[in-house]
């Protein structure tokens, strides 16, 4: 019972902690920071629509073209949406998939776009300006890369 009143009583303190320092508009840890507000929709791109005919499969041992873009035949169509953040593709069963787009960074006429999905990271090469893109991909000792072309969603 002595165990049981301690670890409520330091719950507690730390709770009253915790609620003094949010009061007090201390800035000292992480649950403290606050995210950056987004920006405004003029200041996003328009959606576009990428489509990947190349792909390119490399382990190890070397690299070799491949007919898929992990499960999705080629060519394999992603739309990206800027405004919400995301990525949606069509899987070859028709079930459509979304992926979080974690950051954007832009310098000159680059974008670029990286994320995480299902123990695979990947980073999106493309320009505002031109139609290329690249995709690259990481997962299970393998990397994948597409190229492809890019323009406004319609």
Do not use: Y
Not at 16 to 23: E, H, N
Not at 72 to 90: N, T, W
Request: glycine fraction near 8%; charged fraction near 15%.
């Amino acid at each position: 019972m002595l165990k049981t009143a301690a670890t409520a009583l330091c719950l507690i303190l730390g709770l009253a902690a915790a609620q003094a320092q949010d009061a007090s508009g201390a800035t000292s840890g992480p649950s403290a920071a606050v995210p950056p507000p987004a920006p405004s929709d003029d200041a996003l791109p328009a959606p576009i629509a990428c489509t990947f005919e190349k792909v390119f499969v490399c382990e190890a041992s070397g690299c070799n073209p491949s007919q898929e873009l992990g499960t999705i035949d080629l060519p394999a169509r992603f739309l990206i949406h800027f405004g919400e953040q995301i990525i949606a593709s069509v899987s070859d069963d028709d079930l459509p998939h979304i992926s979080s787009i974690q950051s954007v960074i832009g310098d000159g006429d680059t974008l670029i776009l990286d994320g995480n999905d299902n123990m695979a990271a990947w980073a999106i090469e493309l320009s505002p300006s031109k139609p290329e893109a690249t995709l690259t991909t990481l997962a299970g000792g393998k990397v994948l890369t597409a190229f492809g072309t890019c323009k406004p969603a319609s």
